[in-house]
């Protein structure tokens, strides 16, 4: 130990004559060569700004390599830069994670280092960076070497502050650079920078938590590439292979305006990205800056759009027609003074059902872009849930030709928008009429458990296959038995939306076609949201 620390003693020089982190680096590696197996080698530095590890420059078997740099994460070094304590592994096949990447080589076959030693790199109680030496025998090092390389990794410390001090790190330099990280900090975009080879170089909170880097062992300043994005969780993998095509065009000199990128492997997500080529004085492309905004809801508000004013097209088109055709009938027929008053009574009764009707629409409409955009308001009010499906339930008997049975709990109150819930159970009555036999019987229950009421309603009708279970309540789906039946697909959007708005949730069940169908729905019993928070869905 005392030999080993006497040859550390001696770097000091050699760390002084340093110019530039390239020359430190050589320096330390020369000095830990000396005194312990530095087969690998890693001299790294830390900016906690942007929690990002920048591998200043590596050696594996001799060769030296330049560094990249990666996302303070899960890793050894990341342990110890984040902990402040050397760490010491002495089999890293049990004790440390798989390695994906060597920090940015570009070896034609990746090998795991079997033992190694990091330290970190300290100065007035924070950490600048770390040291790690790394072999590939097992147990090549012991505490001697932790020691020894901690009291190189002091001796670096001391190198360090002193070229930020000098021309080559200035404070002007480091002032500008904390701005740039405070406004990439705060940007709600994603931004990623990369250079003239397309490598990523920088990349702000937003951008790493898009492409899941808070948990991957991404290593930036290396091309990407479809070899590098297939290490990538799977969402992440989707989003940096459409990356690809924007990083050549930047290469290639072109901005790239505002192009869509839609996400399909989690949950879908539209991504609108953007590029800006950098240049060089001389006009040359020098890499880049790519912007990822998501715009899902903004597609989502305009695709509905497009299918209300479809719907609205569709639906809206055969009362309008009736009625503009019977009261046209009841102005010749009274300019003619034919008298029939049972034709014109006939004419005047279809106007207001299909008038109803087309006011009914409307406002179904109108509550789908309201739950579409979160303003939709509840009126609540206690309710009795019993007492309102038993007169949703008499209302329907007077116009079905159904056998409709009733089975009601004693005793199920809630504070429930009333007018809402019966527009729900309304809707699925409806359904359970208009998709089995007449003479049928549809069973309807209402319950209560553990502060949740259920309602279900069970038909013997057309049933559902599984495949149309999952897609049941997207807006406009129409299932394959019910494409005979009218209908705009719109009624079980908009209860399951009034649910959810309730804080409650609507499912389906079905044995399969013509085995019937069973629709239900929950509601929270009590005033567990408020409106602003029932608004979402």
Not at 320 to 332: C, D, F, N, P, S
Request: charged residues 20%.
């Amino acid at each position: 130990m005392r030999a080993r620390l006497e040859l550390v003693s001696g770097l000091s020089a050699s760390t002084a004559e340093a110019r530039d982190l390239v020359e430190l680096f050589r320096a330390v590696r020369e000095a830990t060569g000396r005194v312990m197996d530095a087969t690998v080698f890693l001299f790294s530095l830390y900016d906690a700004a942007s929690e990002t590890v920048r591998v200043v420059r590596q050696v594996d078997r001799g060769v030296e390599h330049e560094g990249g740099s990666f996302p303070l994460g899960k890793g050894f070094t990341s342990e110890v830069i984040r902990s402040g304590r050397p760490r010491l592994i002495r089999r890293w096949s049990t004790e440390g994670p798989p390695i994906r990447l060597l920090y940015g080589t570009e070896p034609g076959e990746l090998v795991t280092p079997q033992s190694g030693v990091i330290v970190p790199i300290t100065s007035g109680g924070h950490v600048l960076g770390a040291l790690s030496a790394q072999s590939y025998l097992p147990e090549a090092y012991g505490e001697t070497d932790v020691v020894t390389l901690a009291a190189i990794a002091s001796q670096t410390a001391v190198a360090i502050k002193h070229l930020e001090a000098s021309e080559h790190m200035s404070l002007e330099y480091q002032r500008r650079a904390l701005e740039l990280e405070a406004v990439l900090a705060n940007m709600s975009d994603a931004l990623v920078m990369i250079d003239a080879r397309g490598a990523i170089v920088r990349l702000n909170r937003q951008a790493r938590q898009l492409l899941g880097l808070d948990s991957a062992s991404l290593v930036l300043g290396q091309p990407l590439d479809q070899q590098r994005v297939a290490h990538l969780p799977e969402t992440a993998r989707e989003i940096a292979a459409a990356l690809i095509p924007v990083v050549d065009a930047v290469r290639a000199g072109s901005d790239v305006d505002a192009m869509d990128v839609e996400l399909t492997s989690d949950q879908r997500r539209v991504l609108s990205v953007s590029a800006t080529v950098l240049r060089t004085p001389g006009a040359e492309p020098h890499g880049g800056v790519i912007v990822f905004r998501d715009v899902t809801g903004q597609r989502e508000l305009e695709l509905l759009r497009e299918d209300v004013f479809s719907m609205a097209w569709h639906d809206m088109h055969t009362p309008i027609t009736v009625i503009r055709g019977h009261a046209a009938l009841l102005v010749q027929r009274v300019s003619s003074g034919k008298r029939d008053w049972k034709a014109v009574t006939n004419a005047a009764q279809l106007i207001v059902k299909h008038s109803d009707r087309l006011a009914d629409l409307l406002t179904a409409l109108f509550d789908i872009r309201c739950l579409q955009a979160g303003i939709l308001k509840l009126s609540r009010w206690p309710t009795d849930l019993g007492l309102l499906a038993r007169e949703v339930c008499d209302g329907m008997r007077a116009t079905s030709r159904h056998e409709i049975v009733l089975s009601v709990m004693d005793g199920v109150f809630g504070d429930w928008d009333e007018r809402r819930i019966r527009q729900v159970l309304t809707n699925l009555l409806s359904n359970a009429v208009k998709y089995s036999s007449e003479s049928t019987t549809i069973l309807v229950t209402v319950s209560v458990a553990e502060d949740v009421a259920t309602v279900r309603v069970r038909d013997e009708g057309i049933g559902l296959a599984p495949e149309e279970l999952a897609q049941l309540f997207r807006r406009g789906y129409r299932a394959s038995g019910a494409l005979n039946v009218r209908g705009g697909g719109l009624g079980l959007y908009l209860a399951q939306g009034l649910v959810a708005a309730h804080g409650g949730r609507m499912w389906a069940e079905s044995a399969g076609h013509g085995l019937g169908s069973t629709f239900a729905f929950t509601l929270p019993i009590g005033t567990t949201e408020s409106e602003g928070a029932a608004a979402a869905t």
